[in-house]
């Protein structure tokens, strides 16, 4: 069975630095075609793709985001970490990890998600 | 980047209706097309996948079609559980866009 859990922070201020961690179970990240990608969805609006990592460490980024944005493998916790630079009140969202099946690229499992707020 | 147009934004419907929603992808993506349906403070969940492949485990009322760069989900026969919003999301190239979503609401 395939889990997924996003932690982290629910409140951060702004310029600071945001880090998700994604703790995952039922799949090995080091088969082929397996990936772990990063989602945010501001509150009532549509999803936002964000990073994706792959089992052999290729990394993708939003170009929009990219340069705040590094997505992290800890192959020994079964975990990806995501960091988010110099937060803005519009990076305030509920923050998703999700199993990436690299054959058909959707979105086959999801964590419940965190909802990070930024504010001073 | 490839846009998502989806419509409507919202549709009211009565149980047993037919449902159908677009989305149109601003440039060809082939069948990397997915659709999920999100209910409040839940994930998405993957209904379809390359466009008309019913992910394991999902009622056969759900079907997805394409023709040319526009993507339709249609929903038979309505069920009270259906009640969410729907969003499709391009799988084509990156970033992996999703739709403005579309709320079915109780009629």
């Known amino acids: 069975q395939i889990t997924l859990k996003e932690s982290g922070p629910t409140l951060v201020k702004p310029t600071q630095t945001l880090t998700l961690t994604c703790t995952f179970s039922?799949?090995?990240?080091?088969?082929?075609?397996?990936?772990v990608a990063w989602i945010r969805q501001p509150p009532g609006k549509a999803p936002e793709w964000l990073a994706l990592v792959y089992w052999d460490g290729l990394k993708r980024y939003s170009p929009s985001l990219q340069h705040r944005l590094t997505i992290t493998p800890d192959l020994s916790k079964s975990q990806v970490i995501l960091t988010v630079t110099n937060v803005d009140p519009v990076d305030t969202a509920t923050y998703y990890c999700?199993?990436?099946?690299?054959?058909?690229?959707?979105?086959?499992?999801w964590g419940p998600g965190t909802l990070v707020t930024v504010s001073s | 980047d490839i846009q998502m147009t989806q419509s409507p934004s919202s549709v009211s419907a009565s149980v047993g209706d037919r449902v159908t929603i677009t989305c149109r992808a601003s440039?060809?993506?082939?069948?990397?097309l997915a659709w999920y349906q999100q209910k409040p403070g839940k994930a998405p969940k993957l209904l379809i996948y390359?466009?008309?492949t019913l992910q394991s485990g999902v009622p056969s009322r759900f079907s997805g079609s394409r023709s040319g760069t526009e993507f339709t989900l249609t929903i038979n026969s309505l069920q009270p559980e259906d009640f969410a919003t729907y969003f499709c999301q391009q799988a084509n190239s990156i970033p992996y866009n999703f739709g403005q979503g579309t709320r079915v609401e109780i009629k």
């Open positions: 440039q060809g993506i082939s069948t990397w």
């Open positions: 999700a199993h990436h099946s690299e054959s058909d690229s959707s979105l086959d499992y």
């Open positions: 039922g799949f090995s990240f080091t088969s082929s075609g397996l990936g």
């Open positions: 390359a466009a008309s």
